[in-house]
């Protein structure tokens, strides 16, 4: 087992976006928005100096990542309540729950999820992230990756992603 445990999540590690989470149900939140502050956990198999885990790497990739996540409105692709409608370069028009949307499509991001909620939010997140730093983790240094969504103070969620679980 791992027995030491890196983390970050500074004040730029951070997006604001729109949403509407989908109830079981079929009905939805209205559109509202929040500010996403991300962190990220790393559990280790070594700290030793030679495989030391490059945290520049890390930070200046969970910045890109926020910023490519930042000012959209985030849509479920996965969603049974999600209909696309249309999608051209400059619209993207859509049925939620139920209800029709036009949306200027580079303000649209879509993301391969049932539901835009934290803890789906964070199970995105942490596959792209991993995927972009690709051998920056080694396994025999990194065991698993968490990243924490919260979208107010202490209410968020999180995922976590090692090389022989189901996140993998």
Not at 3 to 17: E, L, N, P, Q, T
Not at 55 to 65: D, M, S, W
Not at 84 to 110: H, M, Q, W
Not at 142 to 168: H, K, L, M, R
């Amino acid at each position: 087992m791992p027995s030491h445990r890196i983390f970050v999540g500074k004040d730029v590690h951070k997006f604001s976006s729109a949403h509407m989470t989908v109830f079981p149900d079929g009905s939805k939140e209205r559109i509202h928005g929040h500010n996403f502050q991300v962190s990220v956990a790393f559990d280790l198999h070594t700290t030793a100096l030679a495989q030391l885990l490059d945290f520049a790497v890390v930070k200046r990739t969970l910045v890109e990542l926020c910023e490519a996540w930042d000012q959209r409105l985030l849509l479920a692709a996965h969603c049974p309540a999600y209909e696309l409608i249309s999608r051209t370069d400059a619209d993207f028009e859509f049925r939620l729950a139920g209800k029709r949307y036009v949306i200027p499509t580079e303000e649209v991001l879509l993301l391969p999820l049932e539901n835009i909620v934290v803890e789906t939010l964070a199970e995105a997140f942490t596959h792209v992230l991993v995927t972009r730093l690709g051998v920056v983790l080694q396994r025999e240094v990194v065991a698993a990756v968490t990243v924490t969504i919260c979208e107010s103070g202490n209410q968020g969620g999180s995922f976590t992603w090692a090389w022989d679980g189901p996140g993998a």
